[in-house]
């Protein structure tokens, strides 16, 4: 009888266990001194029906836990809602594995408008502290060839020795720099500035933290300097007005790295665009040669101007205009000189300082003739 009753209760239990889900089940979380980070899970409505989560804390890392709401409403059109935990750890900890519990209790409401309790699922917060006590913190800024590397120790012991190694590197080109402290204490910070020098491109940055018999790892890419390019030549074998004429072009790079580009050029006549040409994309580093064909098959006799763009993921990098001169065949081009506006603003400020030059000296002249006249005066 005992069997046949148990039986009936799992045949109850299990529809609703499926009721409401949560995942991942358990958050795991490496322990250091005063963490600070938010870990989300998921809440599933497994039978799209309506019902409200109450949300509580448990458990003894109740303290170091809590939520951004606690209560979370669901209809039956919701699939899941996602639920952040935000985890304050303290400055200390003993070693071992420590938890904290997030308990959702599953109101559903009835078609009555009543709300009865059905069930309540956990998921675990775990804090994993490790028996060495030792901890640290590294933190890096980049001001494109500066880099500085500032390690804090954030544990409460000493660490007897501190090897640090900074290693940045490309297909063609690797540096290293290494740095050592001895009796590094608890909240003092180590500070390694680097001048790179190098090359503009991307670099593989890797960096080694060795401390006593502990080790840390950190690797990210960095860019030094800015993608620029620029076209060097222009040419073409034989150019016949009325037909569709191929223009070399030849472009450099100054990047350390394979760049996928393309040019397109606006052809200017009496100041309006009369036509948009570009060439096919081309891979480039340091330098490339691409064709860009243009169709003269309606233009007239007459000068023309081309503004050729290089562009590289929809970003103009250079802009450079040339002036052809066409009659059946090309007469001349030539590459347009561009303005100046550095000249001018030096022009501006040579002038502007000219003129208060001349100011101080004329008010100068005459507070000696003033002063002249009164000496005269004094005399008599």
Known sequence: MKKIILFWILIILIPQAL??????????????????????????????????ADITISGEMANFLSLQENMISFSSSDDKKELPIIISLPKDLPPGIHIGKIEIQQRPISSSGTLTTLLTITHDVIIEVPKHGKYLKETITQNNQDVKITIKNIGLKEIKQLDVTNTFSNSSETIVFTNSKN???????????????????????????????????????????????????????????????????????????????????????????????????????????????????????????????????????????????????????????????NILLIAIILVIISVLLFFVKSTKKKGKKKKNLYTRISKK
């Open 19 to 52: 009721a409401i889900g949560i995942g991942p089940s358990q958050t795991k979380i490496s322990f250091e001194p005063e963490l600070e980070t938010i870990k989300s899970i998921n809440i599933f409505n497994n039978d799209k029906i309506d019902f409200v």
């Open 183 to 341: 009796n590094f204490l608890s909240e003092e910070e180590f500070i390694i500035p680097i001048n790179l020098n190098l090359s503009d491109g991307v670099y593989k940055h890797d960096l080694t933290i060795f401390y006593d018999e502990l080790n840390k790892t950190y690797s990210k890419n960095i860019m030094i300097g800015k993608i620029t390019a620029k076209i060097e030549n222009i040419t073409f074998e034989k150019f016949e007005l009325g037909k569709i004429n191929p223009i070399n072009v030849l472009v450099s790079s100054n990047w350390n790295q394979e760049l996928n580009l393309k040019i397109e050029a606006e052809v200017v006549s009496n100041g309006e665009i009369i036509q948009t040409i570009s060439s096919s994309n081309f891979i480039i580093k340091d330098s490339a040669s691409t064709i860009i064909f243009w169709d003269t098959t309606n233009l007239k006799a007459g000068q023309y101007e081309i503004s050729f763009k290089i562009i590289y993921e929809e970003e103009v990098l250079s802009t450079e205009k040339y002036d052809f001169v066409l009659d059946k065949e090309v007469i001349s081009f030539a590459k347009k000189k561009q303005f100046n506006y």
